[in-house]
């Protein structure tokens, strides 16, 4: 089953405009980390969270874990094209006896100059 | 210092058909990571190394993927034989080590399978 939801599925959007995407879940992590995916290649790390209500910046990436811990939210100011790619949420979940990372379905970013 | 090195990038088989895929992680990274991830979803994990040792084989499809890491470094990744539904792209990951908080972890760019 689908441990984590990410919303939107995909976002249009122009240049220069604010981003919002969001990450939840039924359970709760202890840490939340958000990776970017550009074609062709594979998920990069953009930011790792550990607390509850920690907020961190990454250049214009705002990402914070929620105080319930079944949360995360990343968002993106004045959006340029390379911003372009898909945005997964991720963090370690205990599935079928082992500790693994898994990942959401992905927020699929487009820009349009 | 050279990244995760995937290949191939592309693969084009015939269903029934056996394939390899193949990883040669960051040096010195002693956990390595095989990841599928099909269109329009996140990846997921298929099979997780401690050095030479597979740790976490519990979402491999062991009736048709095998996957081995010899001597601790490199490793392949096959299908056989291969069914449609295996068409996605197989990631190799590689961390210094697995402790419970994944850090550190370096994907490769993948190879993006089609089975026809």
């Not at chain 1, 790390?45 to 995360?72: C, P, V």
């Not at chain 1, 949420?89 to 100059?113: D, M």
């Not at chain 2, 990883?23 to 991830?37: A, D, F, V």
């Amino acid at each position: 089953g689908q441990q984590l939801n990410q919303s939107p599925q995909s976002m249009f959007i122009q240049e220069g405009e604010d981003v919002s995407m969001n990450c939840t879940s039924s359970s709760i992590f202890n840490t939340w980390l958000w990776y970017k995916q550009e074609p062709g290649e594979g998920p990069v790390l953009l930011i790792a969270l550990y607390k509850a209500g920690e907020l961190t910046s990454n250049g214009r990436l705002t990402a914070q874990f929620g105080i319930t811990r079944k949360d995360s939210f990343l968002n993106i100011s004045a959006s340029i094209p390379s911003d372009v790619g898909i945005y997964f949420c991720a963090g370690p979940f205990h599935l079928q006896g082992a500790q693994k990372l898994v990942f959401g379905q992905g927020t699929r970013l487009t820009i349009n100059p | 210092e050279a990244g995760v090195v995937q290949s191939p990038r592309y693969k084009i088989i015939e269903k029934k058909q056996p394939v390899a895929f193949w990883c040669n992680p960051i040096s010195g990274h002693n956990t390595l990571y095989w990841y599928r991830q099909n269109l329009g979803q996140g990846p997921e994990l298929l099979i997780r190394y401690e050095n030479e040792e597979a740790v976490d084989d519990s979402q491999l499809p062991k009736d048709r993927f095998s996957a081995e890491r010899l001597k601790g470094v490199d490793s392949t990744l096959k299908i056989q034989p291969a069914e449609l539904g295996d068409s996605a792209v197989y990631l190799c990951a590689s961390s210094l080590e697995w402790t419970g908080t994944p850090y550190g972890y370096t994907f490769g760019s993948g190879t993006r399978l089609t089975v026809v």
